[in-house]
């Protein structure tokens, strides 16, 4: 009869596989929580932005020789991260930010009906400046008369556009009076936050033949925001 040696086989205990299957199972399931996490947070915060009351005018009885146009738009950040509007375009050409004039100011914006109002264009001077009167709700520049809640550095009569613009949107009613100031960047906005512009665009955009027609606008911060077709109105 042969001597059979029996052979040393090295094999994992019961407890030791049972402890890896159960140290695997925490981390695989970690791992899924904080992935599951990482998603959730990244969906709620969206960028977004909402533009309501746009209008656009061309003047065809303009003063001088030059057929003036603007336009006013409401904006607000209805997304959850901070957004910076940073272009407006008529005709896919963008409007430059010394031509905006915008009140971010939210006590001001949110004041009655600001936000939701009319805008108005009740005509312009020989130099394309608005002017108007606060009592139908148009837009009055500094030079025209003072307001307690907006100052400004107003530029002589004889030089074209004001740094700042006072509007008025519901005359002598319980609305404060919209400080529309000239700016030189993008305005930033946080969420929830609103804007109210008034925009001056180039020279021959827009002409009297406009009068009437529909005009697309787009008004973007960054990435977001989209186009919307306004009709062109003449004051």
Same mark, same amino acid.
């Given at each position: 009869?042969?001597?059979?040696?029996?052979?040393?086989?090295?094999?994992?205990?019961?407890?030791?596989?049972?402890?890896?299957?159960?140290?695997?199972?925490?981390?695989?399931?970690?791992?899924?929580?904080?992935?599951?996490?990482?998603?959730?947070?990244?969906?709620?915060?969206?960028?977004?932005?909402?533009?309501?009351?746009?209008?656009?005018?061309?003047?065809?009885?303009?003063?001088?020789?030059?057929?003036?146009?603007?336009?006013?738009?409401?904006?607000?950040?209805?997304?959850?991260?901070?957004?910076?509007?940073?272009?407006?375009?008529?005709?896919?050409?963008?409007?430059?930010?010394?031509?905006?004039?915008?009140?971010?100011?939210?006590?001001?914006? +949110?004041?009655?009906?600001?936000?939701? @109002?009319?805008?108005?264009? &009740?005509? %312009?001077?020989?130099? /394309? =400046?608005?002017? #108007?009167?606060?009592?139908?709700?148009?837009?009055?520049?500094?030079?025209?008369?003072?307001?307690?809640?907006?100052?400004?550095?107003?530029?002589?009569?004889?030089?074209?556009?004001?740094?700042?613009?006072?509007?008025?949107?519901?005359?002598?009613?319980?609305?404060?009076?919209?400080?529309?100031?000239?700016?030189?960047?993008?305005?930033?906005?946080?969420?929830?936050?609103?804007?109210?512009?008034?925009?001056?665009?180039?020279? +021959?955009?827009?002409?009297?033949?406009? @009068?009437?027609?529909?005009? &697309?606008? %787009?008004?973007?911060? /960054? =990435?977001?925001? #989209?186009?919307?077709?306004?009709?062109?109105?003449?004051?």
């Amino acid at each position: 009869m042969s001597n059979i040696r029996p052979q040393n086989r090295k094999a994992i205990s019961v407890v030791m596989t049972t402890l890896i299957i159960l140290v695997a199972s925490v981390v695989l399931g970690t791992g899924v929580v904080l992935f599951g996490t990482s998603l959730f947070q990244t969906a709620g915060q969206t960028q977004s932005i909402q533009s309501q009351g746009i209008k656009l005018w061309v003047n065809s009885t303009a003063q001088g020789t030059t057929n003036y146009a603007w336009g006013a738009a409401a904006i607000r950040n209805n997304g959850d991260v901070l957004v910076s509007v940073n272009t407006i375009q008529i005709r896919g050409v963008s409007v430059p930010f010394t031509s905006w004039y915008v009140d971010s100011n939210q006590t001001e914006v +949110g004041s009655g009906s600001n936000f939701q @109002a009319n805008f108005n264009y &009740t005509k %312009n001077d020989q130099l /394309g =400046n608005i002017i #108007g009167s606060a009592a139908n709700g148009g837009v009055v520049s500094p030079a025209l008369g003072p307001s307690t809640y907006c100052t400004a550095t107003v530029r002589p009569a004889t030089q074209a556009g004001f740094t700042t613009m006072i509007m008025d949107t519901d005359g002598a009613g319980t609305n404060l009076p919209l400080c529309l100031k000239q700016i030189s960047a993008p305005v930033t906005l946080n969420p929830g936050a609103k804007m109210i512009v008034y925009f001056k665009m180039p020279t +021959g955009i827009i002409g009297p033949v406009d @009068a009437g027609s529909a005009v &697309t606008v %787009n008004i973007f911060a /960054g =990435n977001v925001g #989209g186009p919307a077709t306004v009709t062109v109105g003449n004051p």
